[in-house]
């Protein structure tokens, strides 16, 4: 909000750009992705996904610990994860991102409940 002449004194105007704070970390995803101003609500499906994931997670984990054993399905569980975690650090679009926070909550949740 600023100073206006509007009879309440303040008027919105739409954020068009932002600083980022380069003190401590020099890139983060809100940053390298510029999540802010019209594209803030990806931040929240950022964190979101990860969260739909882990619905599909116990009928995943329980048929094929069913079907596999239960060691199996962990130790690919752990092995996916950790492709899924490294992999992470190296993808440059937003929306493969997406879809791999979405499958690490998918495979991260049965490792859980089977353990």
Known sequence: S?????????????CTE????????TSTLTSEFSLVCKRDHLRATYQSIYMMG?????????YLADRY????????MQLVTSTIVISLCFIH???FIV????????VNLPTLFIL
Do not use: K, Y
């Open 2 to 14: 600023t100073n206006g002449s509007s009879s309440v004194g303040l008027e919105d105007e739409p």
């Open 18 to 25: 932002w600083d980022f704070d380069t003190s401590v970390f």
């Open 54 to 62: 882990t619905i599909f997670s116990p009928l995943l984990a329980g």
């Open 69 to 76: 054993g239960r060691w199996r399905v962990v130790l690919v």
């Open 93 to 95: 679009s937003f929306t």
């Open 99 to 106: 879809v791999a926070r979405f499958v690490l909550g998918t």
